[in-house]
């Protein structure tokens, strides 16, 4: 135990959401520049206070200091970049008799619900926008990990009205009444594709806005001109990154049946060196899995696999006796397409590899899921690199590379990995109505 959390109750929610309401005229008054340096102050703060950041979140979500410190440094840099970002009225027609604009206004108050793999970061890609766009907010941490998202409130109060940023903090059921709440005009949610659906469905009732960032199944594409000594220590990192609590993490690898087994080889080899531990150590390479909840499921792939009787290249067995959430790394040789550990996101610390001979049939079962969330595609041979990637149904798919993605790239899934977009115009767009305005000039009333 590290601290406690409020429990909010649903009068203490709807107490949030009259100061945000009440915040949102004046916000929304206050020219763009102001707010968005405002934000941009809120940047400043996370990189002032960084220090006690990191080790909150380390002590909160488990995660080494270098997964800290890029979380927490990334999420001042958001603030940075969407702070620069405008949605401009486009002037569709001005001539003498008529004109004609559409202009993005902000939508009210914003209810921003996070996961606890990296709750700080996936807050502030929410708080960002809906302020620089001219909404207030309240954040709901996930019920795992409220203490960074609580520190950055409190910083925020020196420099933000009363009203524009909150955070409530409590257990899944605030979520739910969140949902439902009508005094929200959007929900921003990041989480799984389960909680996903019931957003959506309670969203209806209020036809609020609502931006879905959910699961995802990434494949990763090797071809069999890659030399294996080199490309296994990014692949591992495109997998573990995050103990592989990550939405983006490669969740199947599909290697070319003619470096598979040097490829497999080199990755147990890389594997090897990495420290699963303490976050807190500085040679610990991964940390624990974040939760209880969260180690039982993963607990269930392994018990799938032996079931099944899988082989495993590394790992395999979960030492139960350990103190804290500790999984070994556990490569999967080769299990079956319609395994558990294939079809299903672990959100953990085991990857099945997976054999491929034919480009076709790879890309089919690259997009056979429900997810659509990411991919890569790993080699040398350009034109069979952009062909394959140009064929992945995924929101964003990486050559050569994992996780590339920033403030001005669009980010989210296709399929039922969500639904909308953060980041870039377009995921500001997302904290807006449009609204067209046309004028006749020439009418002489
Ligand atoms: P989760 O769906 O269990 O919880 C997410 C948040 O929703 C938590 O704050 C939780 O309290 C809240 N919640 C729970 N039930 C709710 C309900 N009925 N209504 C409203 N809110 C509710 O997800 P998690 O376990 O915290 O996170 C892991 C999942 O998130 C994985 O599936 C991962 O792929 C996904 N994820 C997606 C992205 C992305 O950008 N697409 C990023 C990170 C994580």
Same mark, same amino acid.
């Given at each position: 135990?590290?601290?406690?959390?409020?429990?909010?109750?649903?009068?203490?929610?709807?107490?949030?959401?009259?100061?945000?309401?009440?915040?949102?005229?004046?916000?929304?008054?206050?020219?763009?520049?102001?707010?968005?340096?405002?934000?941009?102050?809120?940047?400043?703060?996370?990189?002032?206070?960084?220090?006690?950041?990191?080790?909150?979140?380390?002590?909160?979500?488990?995660?080494?200091?270098?997964?800290?410190?890029?979380?927490?440094?990334?999420?001042?840099?958001?603030?940075?970049?969407?702070?620069?970002?405008?949605?401009?009225?486009?002037?569709?027609?001005?001539?003498?008799?008529?004109?004609?604009?559409?202009?993005?206004?902000?939508?009210?108050?914003?209810?921003?619900?996070?996961?606890?793999?990296?709750?700080?970061?996936?807050?502030?890609?929410?708080?960002?926008?809906?302020?620089?766009?001219?909404?207030?907010?309240?954040?709901?941490?996930?019920?795992?990990?409220?203490?960074?998202?609580?520190?950055?409130?409190?910083?925020?109060?020196?420099?933000?009205?009363?009203?524009?940023?909150?955070?409530?903090?409590?257990?899944?059921?605030?979520?739910?009444?969140?949902?439902?709440?009508?005094?929200?005009?959007?929900?921003?949610?990041?989480?799984?594709?389960?909680?996903?659906?019931?957003?959506?469905?309670?969203?209806?009732?209020?036809?609020?806005? @609502?931006?879905?960032? !959910?699961? %995802?199944?990434?494949?990763? =594409?090797? +071809?069999? &001109?890659?030399? #294996?000594?080199?490309?296994?220590?990014?692949?591992?990192?495109?997998?573990?990154?995050?103990?592989?609590?990550?939405?983006?993490?490669?969740?199947?690898?599909?290697?070319?049946?003619?470096?598979?087994?040097?490829?497999?080889?080199?990755?147990?080899?890389?594997?090897?060196?990495?420290?699963?531990?303490?976050?807190?150590?500085?040679?610990?390479?991964?940390?624990?899995?974040?939760?209880?909840?969260?180690?039982?499921?993963?607990?269930?792939?392994?018990?799938?696999?032996?079931?099944?009787?899988?082989?495993?290249?590394?790992?395999?067995? @979960?030492?139960?006796? !350990?103190? %804290?959430?500790?999984?070994? =790394?556990? +490569?999967? &040789?080769?299990? #079956?397409?319609?395994?558990?550990?294939?079809?299903?996101?672990?959100?953990?610390?085991?990857?099945?590899?997976?054999?491929?001979?034919?480009?076709?049939?790879?890309?089919?079962?690259?997009?056979?899921?429900?997810?659509?969330?990411?991919?890569?595609?790993?080699?040398?041979?350009?034109?069979?690199?952009?062909?394959?990637?140009?064929?992945?149904?995924?929101?964003?798919?990486?050559?050569?590379?994992?996780?590339?993605?920033?403030?001005?790239?669009?980010?989210?899934?296709?399929?039922?990995?969500?639904?909308?977009?953060?980041?870039?115009?377009?995921?500001?767009?997302?904290?807006?109505?449009?609204?067209? =305005?046309?004028?006749?000039?020439?009418?002489?009333?």
């Amino acid at each position: 135990m590290i601290a406690h959390a409020p429990d909010a109750s649903t009068e203490q929610l709807d107490q949030a959401i009259a100061a945000a309401s009440r915040a949102f005229p004046g916000w929304a008054a206050t020219p763009v520049e102001d707010r968005a340096a405002a934000v941009v102050a809120l940047g400043g703060l996370i990189r002032d206070n960084a220090e006690e950041l990191m080790t909150l979140l380390t002590l909160e979500q488990g995660k080494p200091r270098a997964g800290a410190e890029w979380e927490v440094f990334s999420s001042a840099i958001w603030c940075d970049e969407i702070a620069k970002q405008r949605l401009e009225p486009e002037v569709l027609l001005d001539n003498e008799e008529r004109k004609v604009v559409t202009r993005y206004t902000p939508l009210g108050v914003v209810g921003a619900i996070t996961p606890w793999n990296f709750p700080i970061l996936l807050a502030n890609w929410k708080i960002a926008p809906a302020l620089v766009s001219g909404n207030t907010i309240v954040v709901t941490p996930s019920p795992f990990t409220p203490l960074t998202t609580l520190k950055l409130a409190e910083l925020a109060r020196d420099i933000l009205p009363p009203g524009v940023f909150n955070v409530i903090t409590g257990g899944d059921e605030l979520g739910k009444h969140m949902t439902a709440h009508d005094g929200f005009a959007k929900i921003a949610f990041t989480g799984s594709t389960e909680t996903g659906r019931h957003v959506m469905a309670s969203a209806a009732n209020t036809i609020k806005r @609502i931006t879905l960032e !959910l699961g %995802g199944n990434d494949p990763a =594409i090797v +071809l069999p &001109d890659v030399d #294996p000594a080199t490309v296994a220590p990014q692949l591992f990192w495109a997998a573990f990154q995050n103990n592989a609590q990550f939405c983006n993490a490669t969740k199947r690898l599909y290697i070319h049946e003619e470096v598979y087994d040097a490829v497999r080889d080199a990755l147990v080899e890389f594997a090897k060196g990495i420290k699963v531990g303490d976050g807190f150590d500085s040679d610990t390479g991964l940390g624990p899995i974040q939760n209880a909840p969260q180690y039982e499921i993963v607990k269930e792939f392994f018990a799938d696999s032996q079931a099944q009787g899988h082989t495993f290249a590394l790992g395999g067995e @979960i030492d139960e006796s !350990l103190p %804290g959430w500790f999984v070994p =790394i556990t +490569l999967v &040789d080769n299990p #079956p397409e319609d395994s558990k550990l294939v079809q299903e996101e672990p959100f953990g610390p085991i990857l099945p590899l997976l054999k491929w001979s034919d480009e076709k049939d790879v890309i089919a079962r690259a997009n056979d899921t429900q997810w659509g969330l990411g991919a890569s595609v790993w080699g040398k041979d350009q034109e069979a690199l952009e062909r394959i990637a140009g064929q992945i149904e995924a929101g964003t798919v990486w050559v050569n590379e994992v996780r590339q993605s920033g403030p001005g790239q669009a980010f989210g899934g296709h399929k039922q990995s969500g639904l909308g977009c953060e980041n870039s115009l377009h995921g500001l767009t997302e904290y807006t109505n449009w609204q067209t =305005i046309t004028v006749n000039k020439a009418a002489d009333l």
